[in-house]
């Protein structure tokens, strides 16, 4: 048990809220609850350490040892690998526990990695990077499943993430079709993760590196235009629809990357979109094929999910950062008529998405959501102090407006939340 | 996974482990042994792989050829047909898109921004993996012995049903390590 409980035991002994027997009752439970717990470092430092030696290998073979005979160097490049066949084996039959699970199962992955690349070194097989990580991915991406092994998960969405982004972004780049399918063998594993294991460190960083995989590369599917912005919009609005599934929405907002890069992905890109540029290129922008069936697909998933959340009855109350996509997604359809409505009504929609984060943070009596509500206002009005014609009178009205904005809604909280705890204390 | 299922999954993984390896040092040796060799000329210069260690990328002098054809709209992969010139080093008998019914030895190369009659394309056996120290003064030597005298650089590559093997890079016939050696030797 922690010191910390010890002390707030004590606190409330001597405060007479709880009697010694209770109090003795509630040190018990937290001294068995934690005997259960597996112990977590150390399984932490055993898959650090798996992995640190797994990256040594792979260092000192990129030395290249050109003295050696090749046959040598040939034995050297599958030790690693048997050897952390062997521990998984052994983890698996013997029925291991995490720390042997996870440890040998990153030590593979990473001596699979190292022993492809000996044999490529030593024949100076030809390759790139992108097709090399695709090799390696293939023959360790069952791994995750046989061994039940998370981190082997964690390396494969790096890994693949990796592939895509080289083999997109670099010179002739192409379009990593592979990354897709990689990324649809994760996804039964990560279900069956957040059913049974939702609150562990893993699901949590899970959670964050899922979205972040697809938003860093999503932008190989296009070809970079006007388009591209409302795909993104899309994946954007996505993602914060999944975020407020009851399972992620119920979990603590640092553990739910879905609604965090949903959302400040929707109000920066929204940003952009608020200035005339976009939109008169928008007018003359040709797109390839393969942009639209992203885009189209990207809005079917988040009209999906947000049906579901209709249908299910998971939204309450009508939260405009969920259908900012839909509606800009419309404005993009009719921007033939002309830029100046598409420009008012962009500008709209994100002042709109301020005061509904102003609200929502009022609401659950956050600071934090609160002044992100205040910052977007901010971040709209600053882009027009510098691309209209408003008067410098005007504009300094509208800053000492937003300014005092900050000031007030904050005074507004603190006024509530000294109210609510006074009520909570004279019902006690 | 099942418990039953998981051990003769984690075996048969094991093994496509311990294949894909063994099949790539098979494939090379099998080139290596029974293939036929060619010598072209190069010049390395040193970048490095963050998995592979560092190596020198080799710019072949035979990067081009000109055809009957029109090519200026092809990007894709193409076959160049090679044979031996009177001194040992290859040379190019004909370039295709499709493979063609000869017995001369081939390669697949990659083949971006045409013009005109002429096919440009990139050799596929373009890496050459030096030990760590030795890769950037292999650059600098090459360079240097370039300018100063007429001596050749070339890859001496063997090549059977289309593999290519890339053994050994070798300025005026000694083995590039030992040139470098000697370089460093030089210079210290």
């Known amino acids: ?45 055993g898959v650090l350490g798996a992995l640190l030696c797994g990256l040594g290998i792979i260092l000192i073979i990129a030395h290249n040892w050109d003295d050696m005979p090749r046959t040598l160097k040939t034995f050297f490049a599958f030790l690693p690998m048997v050897i952390g066949q062997i521990a998984c084996a052994f983890s698996l039959f013997k029925k291991k526990g995490a720390t042997w699970i996870e440890s040998s199962a990153t030590f593979l992955i990473l001596s699979v990695g190292a022993t492809i690349s000996l044999v490529s070194q030593i024949y100076n097989i030809p390759g790139n990077l992108s097709s090399f990580l695709l090799v390696w991915v293939a023959i360790t991406a069952p791994l995750m499943y046989v061994l039940r092994s998370s981190i082997a998960v964690l390396i494969h969405l790096v890994l693949i993430t ?90 603590k907002l640092r553990r739910n990357g879905y609604t965090i890069i949903g959302s400040l992905g929707t109000v920066i890109l929204l940003t952009i979109l608020t200035f005339e540029w976009f939109w008169k290129e928008a007018i003359k922008d040709l797109f390839g094929e393969m942009e639209i069936v992203m885009t189209i697909l990207l809005y079917i998933a988040g ?11 998971h939204i309450r109350d009508f939260n405009l950062f969920q259908y900012a996509f839909l509606i800009i997604g419309i404005l993009y359809l009719t921007r033939d008529i002309g830029s100046t409505h598409n420009l008012i009504l962009t500008n709209i929609v994100v002042a709109a998405l301020g005061l509904f984060a102003i609200r929502i943070g009022i609401h659950k009596s956050s600071y934090s959501i609160l002044n992100y509500g205040l910052l ?53 | 996974m099942t418990k039953k299922l998981a051990s003769p999954v984690l075996v048969l993984l094991f093994l496509i482990q311990l294949f894909v390896p063994a099949q790539m040092i098979y494939e090379q040796e099998d080139a290596l042994k029974s293939g036929r060799a060619y010598k072209f000329k190069t010049q390395p210069i040193d970048p490095s792989d963050p998995f592979r260690g560092k190596y020198i990328v080799l710019n072949y002098d035979l990067d ?29 008998k004909t370039v295709s898109k499709t493979p063609l019914a000869i017995t001369e030895d081939y390669v697949i190369a990659e083949s971006n921004y045409n013009y005109g009659k ?68 030089a210079i210290e």
Not at chain 1, 12 to 24: C, F, M, P
Request: glycine share 4%; hydrophobic share 45%; aromatic share 16%.
């Open chain 1, 1 to 45: 048990m922690n010191s910390k409980l010890e002390r707030q035991l004590s606190e409330l002994l001597q405060a007479k809220v709880i009697d010694s027997e209770t109090a003795q009752r509630i040190s018990v439970y937290y001294h068995t609850k934690t005997d259960a717990k597996p112990n977590r470092l150390f399984t932490i430092f």
């Open chain 1, 162 to 251: 990796w592939y895509a982004c080289d083999l997109g972004y670099f010179f002739n780049s192409h379009t990593p079709w592979w990354y897709l399918l990689s990324l649809a063998w994760v996804i039964p594993f990560y279900i069956h993760l957040q059913k049974k294991q939702a609150s562990s460190n893993i699901s949590g960083i899970l959670n964050w590196l899922l979205p972040l995989s697809l938003v860093m590369v999503l932008g190989t599917f296009t070809t970079g235009n006007s388009l591209s912005f409302i795909m993104y919009l899309a994946l954007f609005g996505v993602l914060y629809n999944i975020g407020q599934l009851p399972f992620f929405k119920n979990q």
């Open chain 1, 303 to 313: 009209i999906v999910v947000l049906g579901y959340l209709h249908i299910k009855k």
């Open chain 1, 376 to 428: 977007i206002i901010t971040a709209l009005i600053i882009c027009r102090f510098f691309d209209t014609n408003l008067d410098f009178v005007v504009r300094g009205m509208l800053f000492i407006s937003v300014g005092a904005g900050f000031f007030f809604t904050n005074y507004l909280l603190l006024k509530k939340q000294r109210a609510t705890a006074i009520r909570t204390n004279s019902k006690n």
């Open chain 2, 64 to 92: 081009s050829f000109e055809t009957e054809e029109d090519w200026s709209m092809y990007r894709g992969n193409v076959y160049v047909y090679l044979r031996n010139d009177t001194e040992g080093y290859a040379t190019i």
């Open chain 2, 118 to 185: 002429q096919v440009n394309f990139d050799l596929p056996f373009n890496r050459f993996y030096m030990n760590e120290s030795k890769a950037y003064d292999a650059e600098v030597s090459v360079r240097q012995a370039q300018r100063d005298t007429t001596k050749t650089c070339y890859g001496l590559v063997y090549i059977k049903n289309g593999r290519a093997v890339l053994k050994n890079v070798f300025i005026d016939n000694i083995p590039i390590q030992q040139y470098v050696e000697e370089y460093q030797a």
